[in-house]
Structures are given as C-alpha cells and as structure tokens.
C-alpha cells in the first residue's frame, strides 16, 4: 500500500474467512488505519500490487460507494460530528442508498422507524441520540456506539472496525 508514491505496507497476507474475526495490533504509526482506508478505497492510498477480495470478488477498481454496496463497512477511529445533518436522516438515506445500488426498493418511513428501533434497543443506544445531530455533542463512547448502530443497520457482510474500543467505557464494550 502506498500513499503519495511512499510505500506503508509491503507484503501483507490475510484471509479472513465467514465467521471469523481478525485483529490486526501494532504500534501507533504501522499502518492498521492506513489498511482500513485502502481496503474502503479512500483517495491518496494506493493498493499497488495484488488484490482484495471481498466475497470472492477483486474490489480494488471499484469506488467507495460499490464496495460498500457489495458489504464492506468501515468503522471509523475518530467519527466525526456533522452539525446540520439529523443522525435519522443520515441513516435513512445510508439505508436506502445501500438498497438502491444493490436493487433493492427504498424503506417505507414505518419499516426504517421499526428497523432502528430494534437495533437501537438491541444496541442500547437511546432513541434521544438518534434525534440529535449527527455525532454532535457525542462523547467518545456514544460516537462508537452510533457506529456500531450504522454497521447493524448497513449489515454487511465485511466489517473494518478501527480501534473500535477507544472512548468505550466497559459496559460499552461488552454491549
């Protein structure tokens, strides 16, 4: 993987097969987020030689929005607030822009209420979050939380989580 003509990762192999969960730990610096960005297809990183497969599949020419489309999620390590933009909002065209590129029909607004009440109880995240900005004013845990409440509702077949633990207090994490 390079990054402005600069080699970050050389000769990396990994298969992660259904099922499985796989943790990548090194020091601050070795490149676990840099993997994560260039797996999602985020300009300025380059996978040079070989090839990602996801469900079979070499996603390395597809953009962004395809490879989410055909189930790679990536959970971020600092999630960002977006003041203006209302957490359901966001999540129901997240949603329906997953469906529409995988040919599916858009969710009615009940079917979306009843689909993010279950992951929210499930993930116990309150429904007042949901009615906020997106991130805004979110602690730490809360902002990961959120993210893991995108993931269940996106339910993809591959998921990157990039220090998913940071800012989670430990009824969080087991949660």
């Known amino acids: 993987i390079a990054e402005e003509d600069k080699t970050i990762i050389d000769g990396l192999s990994l298969t ?3 099922g499985e969960v796989a943790a990548i730990m090194g020091p601050n610096g070795s490149g676990k987020s840099t ?6 297809g985020k300009e300025d990183y380059e996978i040079v030689d070989g090839e990602v497969l996801l469900n ?11 490879r989410a489309a055909k189930g790679l999620f990536l959970a971020f390590q ?3 607030e977006i003041p203006g933009v209302a957490t359901m909002t966001f999540l129901k065209a997240a949603m329906n822009a997953q469906r529409k590129k995988r040919g599916d029909g858009e969710l009615s607004t009940p079917d979306f209420m009843r689909t993010v009440r279950a992951g929210a109880e499930k993930l116990q995240v309150p429904m007042d979050m949901l009615k906020r900005g997106l991130n805004v004013g979110f602690s730490g845990g809360e ?9 269940a509702l996106l339910a993809p077949t591959f998921g990157i989580l990039d220090e998913t633990d940071s800012g989670l207090d430990i ?3 087991r949660i």
Do not use: H
């Not at 993997?35 to 999602?40: D, F, K, T």
């Not at 902002?143 to 993931?151: A, G, T, V």
């Open 35 to 40: 993997l994560s960005y260039a797996i999602a």
């Open 56 to 66: 079979g599949e070499n996603i390395l020419e597809m953009d962004p929005d395809v």
């Open 16 to 18: 992660v097969k259904d």
């Open 171 to 173: 009824d969080a994490l």
């Open 78 to 80: 600092y999630p960002i």
């Open 143 to 151: 902002k990961k939380r959120m993210e893991i409440l995108q993931m």
